[in-house]
């Protein structure tokens, strides 16, 4: 009896003594969770300041990110801007171009339009400087001569005024039958027989024996067919 007793009185004892321990060590446990909880509260702590940080350091990437996107859409706005600026200056140079293209042509036509002016103008001068100096010596040379010439060359009129002056300047000289009568033949070529047959008298009335009188008369005979 005492030894059931004295068991029974050690499973208490013994029983109190494995509910300390159990409690002793579910306190640890407890504990040791309660640390670890807190370490992971710490941690979680630590975590989301980081990606606090994180996201802010994100934000202020894309602030960054959007300035320099719009600055690049200012710079191709301006870049856009300036070439299309480029390609109208362009085209008012080659309109520019074109209009002095056009007035140099025109320019070129009227140089060469006056150069021909001022050539034929050269070329006239030129003639009749050297008219006027064959006129000059003709009238330096006798002007039986220069009468002679033009009789020659059909010139009827310059003909008769040669003559004339012959006749003039040398009123007794040794042509002036010649002179006369070729008068006459000039004024008969212009179709002025009356003129004509003046002359031809002339020469009949003061050359009579004169071979130009001999020939004065043949032609007299002829005016009056």
Known sequence: MKLIISVAAASVLLTGCLKTRNDVRDNQQRQVMQQQVVTLQKTNADAAGRVSDIEEQMRELNGRVDIVENKLGQSHSGVESALKASQQQNVDLNTKVTIMQEALATM?????????????????????????????????????????????????KQSILNFQKYRDENPKGP???DATYKIGVSFQELGMKDEAKTFYDEVVSKFPKSEEARRAKIRLKGLKK
């Open 175 to 177: 042509k002036f039958a």
């Open 108 to 156: 070129e036509k009227q140089i060469y339009a006056l150069n021909t002016e001022v050539n034929a103008l050269r070329a006239e001068r030129i003639a009749s400087a050297q008219a006027a100096e064959k006129a000059a010596k003709q009238a330096k040379r006798d002007p039986y001569a220069a009468a002679q010439d033009n009789f020659n060359k059909k010139d009827w």
